[in-house]
């Protein structure tokens, strides 16, 4: 139930249970008391007729009020009432209220009046007189006020129950949980982000706790990326500055070699000067990777996209990459013809993002690199697969490779001139074209990169 509805709710039981409550115990009561009343009027009815039986039957007596008093006295004793009976002239002949011998009363109302006539021809009239309107006010009277006190009295109980349970409830469904709130609070603001606000109910309260405790999470997981961030930055700076100093001191090293005469034949030079060559090569990639990174902080990796035929572009990218490998006395294969699709590309980031994954394979231990590429009409991507005989990624490894700063295990990517920048860069750059690249390896049997872009056109 919604909060509001729960407030509504609580108001609107407080006030109009009890007055229902009232109502209905008045309600039922009344009916009873009706009821009583008919009786009374029914003992009302025989108790005047029996007075007028007597009167009939026994109006000799009323010359001696002490006889006709015991007669009647059967008759209006259980009832505090007088009977005053006189002559139609209204000459009085008994009086019950002032029999000789008995206590003399008074009473404040004449309840009723009548004449009968004997059967002698003879006319009474009879007054009957009480200290209230009716003959018998005790049973009603009683009957109304202990009905007025139930009724008050239930209602009032009722009251508090309501009062005391929606007190009870509230506190324990808004308050209890408004005060975790503010705890909570508390807690984040000296730096506590492991304090949980438990409550289950999915009205307003709870889903602004669950909110709540996302951003806690997700402020928790913020900072916890931050501080990795940083410490992934200070190592980044030391390996960068070892990396960059190793090869120019490798290099400076040969350059001194080669400017003090040490080098005494063409093939020594050609050694020395290939080392160079690939220190520079390696001095480049590490500035590169530096290069972009700040790019990528930036948010400002320029992509610069054209509709060009794939088959053109990969084809003369990996002629040269052959070439290049070669060279390099690695095995460069494309084992199927490139097909002829239209893609939306920016040629050099794509051309960076490839070449990146092919000085991958060589440089950690590729000797072999095979490339096959396909479309997926279905889905309408282009599929290029870079595979390579490489020393492999552990399994551990394998769901970060694509991570900002994750290089495996340290040590070989320092040997391997590796800085953790390449292949987030590569996946920058595939997400950018609305492409995707995945991995697959095992160590020891090489590894398959394989990127998809999307197509404009079917095969042309």
Same mark, same amino acid.
């Given at each position: 139930m919604k909060l509001k509805a729960r407030l509504v709710l609580a108001f609107l039981s407080i006030i109009l249970i009890p007055i229902l409550m009232f109502i209905g115990i008045t309600s039922?009561?009344?009916?009873?008391i009706e009821h009583v009343t008919e009786q009374e009027q029914?003992?009302?009815?025989?108790? +005047?007729?029996?007075?007028?039986?007597?009167?009939? /039957?026994?109006?000799?007596? $009323? =010359?001696?009020? !002490?006889?006709?008093?015991?007669?009647?006295y059967p008759i209006i @004793?259980?009832?505090?009432?007088?009977v005053v009976i006189s002559t139609f002239d209204r000459e009085k002949l008994f009086d019950s209220r002032f029999i000789e011998g008995r206590p003399q009363?008074?009473?404040?109302?004449?309840?009723?009046?009548?004449?009968?006539?004997?059967?002698?021809?003879?006319?009474?009239?009879? /007054?009957?007189?009480?200290?209230? +309107?009716?003959?018998?006010? =005790?049973?009603?009277? /009683?009957?109304?006020?202990?009905?007025l006190l139930i009724a008050i009295s239930s209602a009032l109980l009722v009251l508090?129950?309501?009062?005391?349970?929606?007190?009870? %409830?509230?506190? *324990?469904? +808004?308050?209890?949980?408004?005060?975790?709130?503010?705890?909570?609070?508390?807690?984040?603001?000296?730096?506590?982000?492991? %304090?949980?606000?438990? %409550? #289950? *109910?999915?009205d307003e309260l709870g889903r602004f706790i669950e909110g709540f405790n996302l951003m806690r999470s997700h402020l928790k997981q913020s900072l916890a990326n931050q501080r990795q961030y940083e410490q992934n930055r200070k190592e980044l700076i030391a390996t960068i500055s070892h990396d960059l100093r190793t090869p120019l001191q490798s290099i400076k090293g040969y350059v001194e070699g080669i400017n003090d005469g040490i080098v005494q034949n063409e093939e020594m030079k050609k050694?020395?000067?290939?080392?160079?060559?690939? @220190?520079?090569?390696?001095? =480049? #990639?590490?500035?590169?990777?530096?290069?972009?990174?700040?790019?990528i902080e930036l948010d400002q990796l320029a992509i610069e996209k054209n509709v060009i035929n794939s088959q053109e572009f990969l084809g003369s990218l990996f002629e040269y990459a052959k070439m290049d490998?070669?060279? @390099?006395?690695?095995?460069?294969?494309?084992?199927?013809?490139?097909?002829?699709? $239209? +893609?939306?590309?920016?040629?050099?980031?794509?051309?960076?993002?490839?070449?990146?994954?092919? !000085?991958?394979?060589?440089? %950690?231990?590729?000797?072999?690199?095979?490339?096959?590429?396909?479309? !997926? $009409?279905?889905?309408?991507?282009?599929?290029? /697969?870079?595979k390579d005989n490489g020393i492999g990624i552990s399994k551990e490894d394998l769901p970060n490779v694509f991570d900002l700063f994750f290089r495996g295990e340290k040590s070989r990517s320092r040997e391997f001139g590796g800085t953790g920048l390449?292949?987030?860069?590569?996946?920058?750059?595939?997400?950018?074209?609305?492409?995707?690249?995945?991995?697959?390896?095992?160590?020891?049997?090489?590894s398959l990169f394989i990127i998809r872009l999307p197509f404009v056109e079917k095969k042309l």
């Open positions: 039922l009561y009344t009916f009873h029914e003992l009302t009815e025989q108790l +005047i007729n029996s007075i007028h039986k007597l009167v009939i /039957e026994k109006h000799e007596l $009323l =010359d001696d009020p !002490d006889a006709f008093y015991k007669e009647i @004793k259980p009832y505090m009432m007088g009363m008074q009473f404040m109302f004449t309840i009723w009046e009548s004449q009968v006539q004997a059967l002698t021809g003879e006319r009474f009239h009879i /007054e009957i007189q009480s200290d209230s +309107i009716r003959l018998m006010p =005790d049973q009603a009277e /009683e009957k109304i006020i202990d009905v508090v129950v309501l009062m005391i349970g929606w007190t009870v %409830y509230i506190a *324990r469904t +808004i308050l209890n949980p408004l005060k975790e709130i503010y705890t909570a609070t508390e807690e984040m603001t000296v730096g506590n982000l492991d %304090y949980k606000i438990s %409550y #289950r *109910r999915k050694k020395y000067l290939q080392v160079i060559l690939s @220190k520079t090569e390696q001095l =480049d #990639r590490l500035i590169d990777d530096l290069f972009d990174f700040s790019k490998n070669e060279r @390099k006395s690695v095995k460069f294969n494309v084992t199927n013809s490139i097909p002829s699709v $239209l +893609i939306d590309i920016d040629p050099v980031r794509i051309e960076q993002a490839i070449t990146n994954l092919l !000085d991958n394979a060589v440089r %950690y231990g590729g000797t072999e690199i095979n490339i096959t590429i396909s479309i !997926d $009409l279905l889905t309408k991507s282009l599929s290029i /697969e870079i390449g292949l987030a860069i590569v996946k920058k750059i595939i997400k950018a074209h609305d492409g995707t690249i995945t991995v697959e390896s095992e160590v020891g049997r090489g």
